[in-house]
């Protein structure tokens, strides 16, 4: 049984940081991509970052790109998301989430596996 358990939300103001963490238990960590989703209120889910098993490359979403950071500790499996110069459009629940497969993917209906999330107000 897969758990991912997000961390690290909070309320920041404009141009402030703020790092989320995910731990995961029962996962196939480093065998699948994993990634962030965020949802604001009355919006679409939003594919904000992804990292590739193994190398570890990294993809952004246009919106998070220069100012988030995608990273991940396998010997922990910890996963994170540094998130710098925020802006109040990055207001949201963020998700942690592990893919259907080892293809890296910003697409929500592509995870499978879900955090219970963590909001961030900017």
């Known amino acids: 049984h897969v758990q991912l358990v997000e961390s690290g939300g909070g309320s920041v103001q404009a141009g402030g940081s703020l790092r989320l963490s995910c731990a995961s238990s029962g996962s196939i960590y480093d065998t699948m991509c994993m990634g962030w989703v965020r949802q604001a209120p009355g919006k679409d889910r939003e594919g904000v970052a992804a990292i590739t098993p193994g190398r570890g490359r990294r993809y952004y979403g246009d919106s998070v790109k220069g100012r988030f950071t995608i990273s991940k500790d396998n010997h922990k499996d910890i996963l994170y998301l540094r998130m710098n110069n925020l802006k109040p459009e990055d207001t949201a629940s963020y998700y942690c989430?592990?893919?259907?497969?080892?293809?890296?993917?910003?697409?929500?209906?592509?995870?499978?596996?879900w955090g219970q999330g963590t909001q961030v107000t900017v």
């Open positions: 989430a592990q893919a259907k497969s080892f293809r890296t993917t910003l697409t929500p209906s592509l995870y499978k596996y």
